[in-house]
T-cell receptor, first 115, second 111 residues
Framework: EAGVAQSPRYKIIEKRQSVAFWCNPI?????LYWYQQILGQGPKLLIQ????????DSQLPKDRFSAERLKGVDSTLKIQPAKLEDSAVYLC?????????????FGSGTRLTVV | GDSVTQMEGPVTLSEEAFLTINCTYT??????LFWYVQYPGEGLQLLLK?????DKGSNKGFEATYRKETTSFHLEKGSVQVSDSAVYFC??????????FGAGTILRVKS
């Protein structure tokens, strides 16, 4: 089966600019996650969708970050305006969700550099 | 809340040495436990997992046993290779929900 697709692979922007990342999960996976991985740290959950509804966005900096999954399939994560501390790898993952105990698949990530 | 603590690195070993990377967890429910590996320049890959107490996950010579009494899931390998050099993340999820990761441990294997 095809994996989790993410684009772009790399992005360099200046602070205060905006940026958007795209994710297409594995077909049939109801749950989609966006993680932020800062260099030298473990991934941190930003937002979790179940179909097109938000399950957990408690760690999403809502003043600058937004995400949507309009049709319950692919998703977009946006940062506006970007700060230097947003430099990180943004990982998308998907799973069947519910009682599926461990079927997570990660994309290759988007490496964002804010200068 | 749920959390994972793993030993700090980097861990530097010679080829064929024995590897242990310690991982302990705190969870509000009954978690599933995972080890993920990230090779240089690549994405996260599932290395192994265990879903209930006393289960042993294994893959590519790596093993980890779910110890509920000590809330631990230590990663072991009997003989490491240079190709095992990577960052290893311990993680948990409760009821198939979000993954919570540790900070990661860098492993460097020298020939």
């Amino acid at each position: 089966e095809a994996g989790v697709a993410q684009s772009p692979r790399y992005k360099i922007i200046e602070k205060r600019q905006s940026v958007a990342f795209w994710c297409n999960p594995i077909s049939g996976h109801a749950t989609l996650y966006w993680y932020q991985q800062i260099l030298g740290q473990g991934p941190k959950l930003l937002i979790q969708f179940q179909n097109n509804g938000v399950v957990d966005d408690s760690q999403l900096p809502k003043d600058r970050f937004s995400a949507e999954r309009l049709k319950g399939v692919d998703s977009t994560l946006k940062i506006q305006p970007a700060k230097l501390e947003d430099s990180a790898v943004y990982l998308c993952a998907s799973s069947l969700g519910g009682t599926d105990r461990g079927g997570y698949t990660f994309g290759s990530g988007t490496r964002l550099t804010v200068v | 809340g749920d959390s994972v603590t793993q030993m700090e690195g980097p861990v530097t070993l010679s080829e064929e040495a024995f590897l242990t990377i310690n991982c302990t967890y705190t969870a509000t429910g009954y978690p599933s436990l995972f080890w993920y590996v990230q090779y240089p320049g690549e994405g996260l890959q599932l290395l192994l997992k265990a879903t209930k107490a006393d289960d042993k996950g294994s893959n590519k010579g790596f093993e980890a046993t779910y110890r509920k009494e000590t809330t631990s899931f230590h990663l072991e390998k009997g003989s490491v290779q240079v190709s095992d050099s990577a960052v290893y993340f311990c993680a948990l999820s409760v009821w198939g929900n979000k993954l919570v990761f540790g900070a990661g441990t860098i492993l460097r294997v020298k020939s």
